[in-house]
């Protein structure tokens, strides 16, 4: 449902195997694809960095892709930075609500602002 003109730059938090930020990554031309996680092997079998990067590169798209071990809890990229912040499957993971309500400003903050057209 999201327009991709292929030069943007988008963030999947808890990335685990890499299976938005690959997605993702296939839309782009001269964007990047950032994927994040700490790979809590409890949310998810063979949850590594390895296994994103691997399935990155079957894929065809390691040169458009950034696997960054980091919490949602404190995304290590500036503000304003992205187009998109794609999550599947992650934050109802983390515990707490104010843990949750942390992630979502966090989502909020690295985000470009306005509406992508
Ligand atoms: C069920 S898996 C889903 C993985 C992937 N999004 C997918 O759709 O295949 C949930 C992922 O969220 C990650 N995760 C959980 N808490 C996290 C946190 N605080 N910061 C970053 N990643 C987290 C887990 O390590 C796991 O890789």
């Not at 892709?65 to 503000?79: S, T």
Request: hydrophobic share 40%; net charge neutral; aromatic share 6%.
């Amino acid at each position: 449902m999201l327009t991709w003109k292929g030069n943007e730059r988008v963030l999947d938090i808890g990335t685990g195997r890499g299976l938005l930020m690959i997605g993702a990554a296939k839309r782009l031309t001269t964007g990047k694809s950032s994927g994040i996680d700490i790979w809590n092997k409890k949310d998810l079998s063979n949850d590594t960095y390895e296994a994103a990067l691997r399935n990155a590169e079957l894929e065809g798209v390691e040169n458009k892709v950034e696997i960054r071990n980091a919490d949602a809890l404190d995304i290590p990229f500036a503000d304003n930075n992205f187009d998109y912040v794609l999550s599947n499957l992650c934050i109802h993971n983390i515990g707490s609500q104010r843990g949750r309500s942390v992630v979502c400003r966090e989502i909020i903050r690295v985000l470009k602002p306005g509406v992508p057209h």
